[in-house]
């Protein structure tokens, strides 16, 4: 069993605590069911948000998950780099997995696709 890194992003429809947890535990999930990862084999969750997004932290909405009160969750800012995709919204889950690291499956949702076009799930 190894660490590995498991990585997505997807966009905020609004900024409001709402929409920004509902994106959260959607790309967190989706990561988990594309991985095969239960909330026990990760080691951390780092999420991230662009400074348009201040109405909630995203992982205060991931602590509500099954399982993931026990999971050490950590929030930061983006960059504000001009041009770059608006309320977007990162995740970096670091996990005890048996995948090799070409096998890991990242999931890039709604606008976030255009980050990551050659493994955009959708």
């Given at each position: 069993?190894?660490?590995?890194?498991?990585?997505?992003?997807?966009?905020?429809?609004?900024?409001?605590?709402?929409?920004?947890w509902?994106?959260?535990?959607?790309?967190?999930?989706?990561?988990?069911?594309?991985?095969?990862?239960?909330?026990?084999?990760?080691?951390?969750?780092?999420?991230?948000m662009?400074?348009?997004?201040?109405?909630a932290?995203?992982?205060?909405?991931?602590r509500?998950?099954?399982?993931?009160?026990?999971?050490?969750?950590?929030?930061?800012?983006?960059?504000?780099?001009?041009?770059?995709?608006?309320?977007?919204?990162?995740?970096?889950?670091?996990?005890?997995?048996?995948?090799?690291?070409?096998?890991?499956?990242?999931?890039?949702?709604?606008?976030?696709?255009?980050?990551?076009?050659?493994?955009?799930?959708?």
């Open positions: 069993m190894a660490m590995r890194g498991m990585r997505g992003a997807t966009t905020v429809a609004a900024d409001t605590e709402a929409a920004i509902q994106a959260a535990q959607e790309m967190v999930t989706a990561l988990l069911q594309e991985n095969a990862v239960a909330s026990e084999d990760i080691g951390a969750c780092i999420c991230s662009t400074e348009d997004l201040t109405a932290f995203p992982t205060a909405g991931l509500q998950l099954p399982g993931f009160d026990a999971v050490p969750l950590f929030d930061a800012r983006q960059c504000a780099v001009t041009g770059s995709l608006p309320r977007c919204l990162r995740v970096l889950l670091l996990v005890d997995t048996d995948k090799k690291q070409r096998d890991i499956r990242h999931v890039y949702l709604h606008d976030a696709v255009r980050l990551r076009p050659d493994i955009a799930q959708n």
